[in-house]
Structure formats: structure tokens, C-alpha cells
């Protein structure tokens, strides 16, 4: 099994920023590919940004410029900075894990992301 704990959600006005994390453990040994999609009113959950295990990203249109994924090997953790944040971000953030073998994919609990105007 893996467990993906995710931090760092919370409340910021518009132009603020905030940093997500989310750390995974268990039977992770052949991670592929680590990441956050979100879920915002009215819409369903949607990639954000996912990088792989050799740490090369890739963003949704929406957040190209504002937002930075990167990675930590080590400890297996991937953040999220999200810089210029708009109301338009106000969402649950999830974590994401595909494994490569067996494959699977796992998520998180979600951490809720509020931009206020």
C-alpha cells in the first residue's frame, strides 16, 4: 500500500501564494510519476502539475507561469508553489502517485486551497 499525506492548503487572498506538500510512503519503490490535480466548483478534478521520478514537469495551461512543481527523491515528497494565486484556484488540491510496478495509481485526501478576491 501507499499513503500520500498531503500539508500546506489554506486561505490567501488574491496576488498571495502558498506552498503544497505532500509526502509518500509505503510500497513505493518504483514511483513513475508524482503530482496535484484539483477540484474546483462546478468542475471535476483536473490535472495541475506532475512531475516525473527523473523530474521532468509538465503543467496545465492554467497555472504555466504561476505555479512550480519539483520534487524530492529522497524523501519522496513533491511540492506545489503557487505563486499569484486567483479565485479562480479556490479548489481541493490532491496529491497523486502512479506506480510503475505493479502499476497502480493512489491519491490523497485533498488539502483545501481558498483564494479570497
Known amino acids: 500500500q501507499v499513503q500520500l499525506v498531503e500539508s500546506g492548503g489554506g486561505l490567501v487572498q488574491t496576488g498571495g501564494s502558498l506552498r503544497l506538500s505532500c509526502v509518500a510512503s509505503?510500497?513505493?519503490?518504483?514511483?513513475?510519476?508524482m503530482g496535484w490535480y484539483r477540484q474546483t466548483a462546478g468542475k471535476q478534478r483536473e490535472v495541475v502539475a506532475v512531475?516525473?521520478?527523473?523530474?521532468?514537469?509538465s503543467y496545465h495551461e492554467f497555472v504555466k507561469g504561476r505555479f512550480t512543481i519539483s520534487g524530492d527523491n529522497a524523501v519522496n515528497t513533491v511540492y506545489l508553489q503557487m505563486n499569484n494565486l486567483e479565485p479562480e484556484d479556490t479548489g481541493v488540491y490532491y496529491c497523486?502517485?502512479?506506480?510503475?510496478?505493479?502499476?497502480?495509481?493512489?491519491w490523497g485526501t485533498g488539502t483545501q486551497v481558498t483564494v479570497s478576491s
Open positions: 497523486y502517485l502512479r506506480r510503475i510496478f505493479p502499476p497502480r495509481e493512489y
Open positions: 509505503g510500497s513505493i519503490s518504483s514511483i513513475g510519476v
Open positions: 512531475i516525473t521520478r527523473a523530474g521532468s514537469p
